[in-house]
């Protein structure tokens, strides 16, 4: 059975997947900060879509273009991630997974729908700590 486009990977998956060994990745990712697999109870890493793209771009600048890290490392400084996706062949999605900021094409309409969704939520919060303050001990 394989797994969707959009599942998280381990990390022998991930390396099998862009074509290198395990403790590249862990390499990289002391050399690379923008590389931050999110890691589970025991320091077990996962790969996120996101983040195999980047991983793939980077494996190509470096064993096929010949940059070194350091010109890996200014390339992203400079031209972002994107840039560096763009060298693996991927497009990066937009915004960035939890960037944590909104995306400035944001229709007002869909703005609006978002703020009464939220809104919602505040009020369905509110309303539950009051019936958690209410309730008998």
Same mark, same amino acid.
């Given at each position: 059975?394989?797994?969707?486009?959009?599942?998280?990977?381990?990390?022998?998956?991930?390396?099998?997947?862009?074509?290198?060994?395990?403790?590249?990745?862990?390499?990289?990712?002391?050399?690379?900060?923008?590389?931050?697999?999110?890691?589970?109870?025991?320091?077990?890493?996962?790969?996120?879509?996101?983040?195999?793209?980047?991983?793939?771009?980077?494996?190509?600048?470096?064993?096929?273009?010949?940059?070194?890290? &350091?010109?890996? @490392?200014?390339?992203?400084? /400079?031209?972002? +991630?994107? #840039?560096?996706?763009? =060298?693996?062949?991927?497009? *990066?999605?937009?915004?960035?997974?939890?960037?944590?900021?909104?995306?400035?094409?944001?229709?007002?309409?869909?703005? &609006?729908?978002? @703020?009464?969704?939220?809104? /919602?939520?505040? +009020?369905? #919060?509110?309303?539950? =700590?009051?019936?958690?303050? *209410?309730?008998?001990?």
């Amino acid at each position: 059975m394989t797994k969707g486009p959009e599942a998280f990977r381990t990390i022998s998956e991930a390396a099998s997947e862009i074509g290198v060994a395990q403790h590249v990745l862990r390499f990289w990712e002391t050399k690379f900060s923008f590389i931050r697999p999110m890691k589970r109870a025991g320091g077990r890493r996962f790969y996120r879509p996101h983040d195999l793209l980047l991983l793939r771009g980077v494996r190509r600048l470096l064993h096929e273009e010949g940059y070194t890290i &350091a010109g890996v @490392q200014k390339l992203h400084r /400079e031209h972002g +991630a994107s #840039r560096l996706v763009a =060298a693996g062949g991927g497009v *990066a999605p937009s915004p960035e997974p939890f960037a944590g900021q909104a995306r400035a094409d944001t229709s007002p309409g869909v703005r &609006a729908a978002l @703020q009464a969704a939220l809104d /919602e939520l505040v +009020a369905a #919060r509110a309303q539950l =700590a009051q019936a958690l303050a *209410a309730r008998p001990r």
